[in-house]
């Protein structure tokens, strides 16, 4: 996690400060290849000590791709995730609360290391649409959303496939918030669901308590009658 934050810092000032001299871009060109070179260790190392490594492939897919592809490398950022565990607590058990949470924290990780992505790439592209952070951000937010307005989109490759993954990941995003909706109508519904159906009980209760007594009665008419004809007959 220090390392990812350290890779935020220094990839943040690369693509935001404009007025690096060549001396200290170097030097923030090399933080990051070292912190990148740490995480490839890392990878390495956990696959080595990995019984399973084919196993270990497929559940760290993420890491392989973030690694291997130079444009994916800033999601790195999304182990600040961590963090988010000091907020369990004011999450509360439920299962609901805790996905809220990190939902919301991992947009927002998404949200600003898109927008520094595609600045990153785009910013000397030809015929560049996106030049500052703020419009970097706008079309971050535009696309995460799905509702891509058009007005600002990326020219390069590299550009395109932040795109897509971004694309991607709002529609992900779009079915956790259906899920959270779902998930708190539900719980509403039930929870004014038992006083309904305890005033549901209650009321066939007395239906059939009305019911009863109508039977009884007949029952008690059917046996006057019965004895009055047994009368006369004698």
Same mark, same amino acid.
């Given at each position: 996690?220090?390392?990812? +934050?350290?890779?935020? /810092?220094?990839?943040? *000032? ?14 923030? +060109?090399?933080?990051? =290849?070292?912190? *990148? $070179?740490? &995480?490839? /260790? ?7 000590l990995?019984? #399973?490594? *084919? ?6 897919? +993420?890491?392989?791709?973030?690694i291997?592809?130079?444009? &994916? ?13 000091? +907020?369990?607590?004011?999450?509360g ?9 990190? $939902? ?6 998404v ?8 600045l990153?790439? #785009?910013?000397?592209? $030809?015929?560049?649409? /996106? ?7 706008? *079309?971050? =937010?535009?696309t %995460? ?6 007005d ?8 395109? %496939?932040?795109?897509? $993954?971004?694309? =991607? ?7 956790? %918030? ?12 039930? #929870?004014e ?18 019911? /009863?007594?109508?039977?009884t ?12 004809? #047994?009368?006369?007959a004698?």
């Open positions: 996690m220090i390392a990812a +934050f350290a890779f935020f /810092i220094a990839y943040a *000032w690369s693509v935001l400060d404009t007025s690096l001299s060549p001396l200290e871009e170097q030097i923030l +060109f090399w933080t990051q =290849i070292a912190l *990148w $070179a740490l &995480f490839v /260790i890392d990878y390495l190392v956990r696959l080595a990995c019984p #399973e490594p *084919w196993t270990f492939v497929k559940r760290n897919w +993420f890491d392989l791709l973030v291997s592809l130079p444009m &994916f490398r800033p999601l790195r950022l999304l182990q600040l995730l961590a963090v988010l565990r000091v +907020f369990d607590r004011h999450a058990n439920a299962m609901r609360g805790k996905v809220a949470t990190y $939902a919301i924290g991992t947009t927002l990780i949200l600003i290391v898109s927008a520094l992505a595609i990153d790439v #785009e910013r000397n592209a $030809a015929d560049t649409q /996106i030049q500052t952070f703020p419009q970097a951000l706008w *079309w971050a =937010i535009a %995460v959303t799905t509702v891509g307005y058009g600002t989109v990326p020219v390069s490759a590299d550009g395109r %496939v932040i795109a897509i $993954a971004l694309m =991607i990941f709002g529609i992900a995003l779009l079915g956790v %918030v259906t899920g959270l909706l779902s998930s708190w109508i539900i719980q509403k519904v039930t #929870e669901d038992p006083e309904d159906e305890t005033s549901q009980i209650l009321q066939k209760m007395s239906e059939q308590e009305i019911l /009863i007594r109508e039977l009665q007949e029952v008690k008419a059917l046996r006057e009658g019965l004895s009055q004809q #047994e009368e006369q004698s």
